[in-house]
């Protein structure tokens, strides 16, 4: 996972089936209806490197096997995940109260949602952040803060409680983006990438979630700022700014937004060429809203 994660498809956000299947959790008390040719995305966006971007000062050490245990889970390539998840595992088991944990955790946050497993990454990350109060790491605030309103469905509890979670998150994240300074061992290069991919994943975030809420102008203005950032463009990014724009009555920005995202290949790539044709007919014979 240097650079980017390798995804697996497993969280082909098939979770997005009911974001787009029930009307009532999209968007309370939105009178629109999800289109009927909507589908689940086949994709996911991949995750910010693995490099925590923490400032929180570390504790002296605790022993030097722990010091060994915690070299030897760093020593082992990302790319072997298996491996490396058995060994954080290990870690936190062996070591239930290590100054490591936000590292291990920080780790499972990014491997849980590669693996598409929401709730595991969502309390990997709860954990790794009540352990960092005065620097939570924005990657993971992030990470979890998008990943929650496109998981949710319509047996979601407490769905409002969970979209709060969500934007306070990505907001979170976005605030600590702004002011956080380059890592001594990090290039300036490295460093943008790094904050843009992740600025990506929040503004993401607070786009779906006022998706979800109905509130499409601001779902368009954060969802447009998701894809300038992104280096590897999100399909459901598009999609969502595509029926966002839509039921603003901004059908030719609906039609430019859908047409990218069908240019991506993706399961996608047919439910939005049909959402472009859709906007287009729908420019042809109803008045556009002006921004």
Same mark, same amino acid.
């Given at each position: 996972?240097?650079?980017?994660?390798?995804?697996?498809?497993?969280?082909?956000?098939?979770?997005?089936?009911?974001?787009?299947?029930?009307?009532?959790?999209?968007?309370?008390?939105?009178?629109?209806?999800?289109?009927?040719?909507?589908?689940?995305?086949?994709d996911k966006p991949a995750a910010p490197q693995v490099t925590p971007l923490t400032l929180e000062s570390t504790p002296p050490p605790v022993s030097a096997e722990e010091e060994a245990a915690i070299k030897a889970f760093r020593d082992v390539k990302n790319a072997d995940e298996a491996k490396k998840d058995q060994m954080a595992d290990d870690f936190l088991q062996k070591y239930p109260q290590s100054r490591y944990r936000p590292e291990i955790y920080n780790w499972q946050v990014k491997s849980f949602y590669g693996k598409g497993q929401v709730d595991k990454m969502e309390a990997a990350g709860d954990k790794e952040l009540e352990l960092l109060p005065n620097s939570p790491d924005p990657q993971t605030l992030a990470i979890v803060g998008s990943t929650l309103p496109r998981a949710m469905n319509a047996s979601t509890p407490d769905p409002q409680k969970r979209l709060t979670k969500a934007e306070q998150y990505c907001q979170k994240s976005l605030d600590i983006l702004t002011t956080m300074p380059k890592p001594a061992d990090m290039t300036d290069e490295v460093f943008q990438r790094m904050k843009d991919q992740t600025s990506a994943f929040a503004y993401s975030g607070l786009g779906v979630v006022a998706f979800r809420r109905g509130k499409y102008a601001d779902a368009i203005? &954060?969802?447009?700022? /998701?894809?300038?950032? =992104?280096?590897q463009p999100d399909p459901?990014?598009?999609?969502?700014?595509?029926?966002? &724009?839509?039921?603003? /009555?901004?059908?030719? =920005?609906?039609?430019a937004a859908y047409t990218k995202?069908?240019?991506?290949?993706?399961?996608?790539?047919?439910?939005?060429?049909?959402?472009?044709?859709?906007a287009k007919k729908l420019a042809a014979t109803q008045l556009s809203a002006p921004k």
């Open positions: 996972m240097n650079g980017h994660n390798r995804l697996n498809g497993k969280l082909t956000l098939a979770l997005l089936v009911a974001l787009f299947g029930a009307a009532a959790v999209v968007a309370q008390g939105t009178p629109q209806q999800t289109p009927a040719t909507t589908q689940a995305p086949a203005t &954060n969802l447009e700022k /998701s894809v300038k950032l =992104d280096t459901v990014n598009y999609y969502l700014l595509g029926l966002s &724009n839509q039921r603003a /009555s901004h059908f030719d =920005d609906a039609v995202c069908a240019a991506i290949p993706s399961g996608m790539q047919s439910t939005c060429t049909q959402g472009a044709e859709e």
